[in-house]
C-alpha cells in the first residue's frame, strides 16, 4: 500500500481594496451580475465575471427553475457563455462572489463541483491555467493559480 498527499495552496486578500486594480474590477462586475441572478428557491445568488486573452469580459448569474436539475450555477452560465460567443478566446481569469438572501456569506464560496467539471475542461482545451478568485458577500477573497488547485485529481478526455 501507498499513500499520496495532495496540496493545495491558495493566495488570500483579507478585502476587495487589496486585489489587483484588473481582478477588483472584475470582482465589481461579478457583484452585479450577482445582483441579476434568479433565485427565487435557494435565495442564494452569484455572480460570476471571466476575462478573456481578447479583454473581453463574459458575465454570468445562477438561474434556477421549479425542476432543480434544469437551473444553471453562474459559473456554467459564463463559461459556456464564453465558449459559445469566442469559441478560440482563452480564459484568464474568472471573478466569483456568493450572497445569501437570509444568511451573510463572509466565507470564500468556491464553485460547486459540477462547475469545477466545467471549468477543468476549458483549462485542459486551453492548455493553460485560468486565475480563479473567490468570495463571499464581502471579506477575504482567495485567489487559486489553477483550477487544478480545486480540482487536482481533474477527469478529462485522456481517461475515456
Known amino acids: 500500500m501507498k499513500e499520496i498527499s495532495i496540496t493545495s495552496t491558495f ?22 451580475i450577482r445582483k441579476k441572478a434568479y433565485a427565487p428557491y435557494s435565495h442564494f445568488r452569484v455572480g460570476v465575471a471571466i476575462l478573456l486573452d481578447n479583454d473581453k469580459i463574459v458575465l454570468g448569474s445562477n438561474q434556477e427553475n421549479a425542476a432543480y436539475p434544469s437551473g444553471l450555477c453562474a459559473e456554467r452560465v459564463a463559461i459556456f457563455s464564453a465558449g459559445a460567443l469566442y469559441p478560440e478566446a482563452k ?9 445569501a438572501d437570509h444568511n451573510p456569506t463572509l466565507t470564500p464560496i468556491p464553485p460547486c463541483g459540477a462547475c469545477r467539471q466545467s471549468i477543468s475542461e476549458y483549462e485542459i482545451k486551453q492548455e493553460q491555467p485560468i486565475e480563479i478568485y473567490f468570495m463571499g458577500e464581502s471579506g477575504s477573497i482567495y485567489k487559486s493559480d489553477s483550477l487544478k488547485n480545486l480540482l487536482p485529481l481533474m477527469f478529462d478526455k485522456k481517461l475515456l
Do not use: R
Open 11 to 32: 493566495t488570500i486578500f483579507d478585502s476587495v481594496s487589496e486585489l489587483p486594480t484588473a481582478v477588483f474590477s472584475l470582482m465589481e462586475q461579478a457583484v452585479e
Open 91 to 99: 480564459i484568464i481569469k474568472m471573478a466569483i462572489t456568493a450572497t
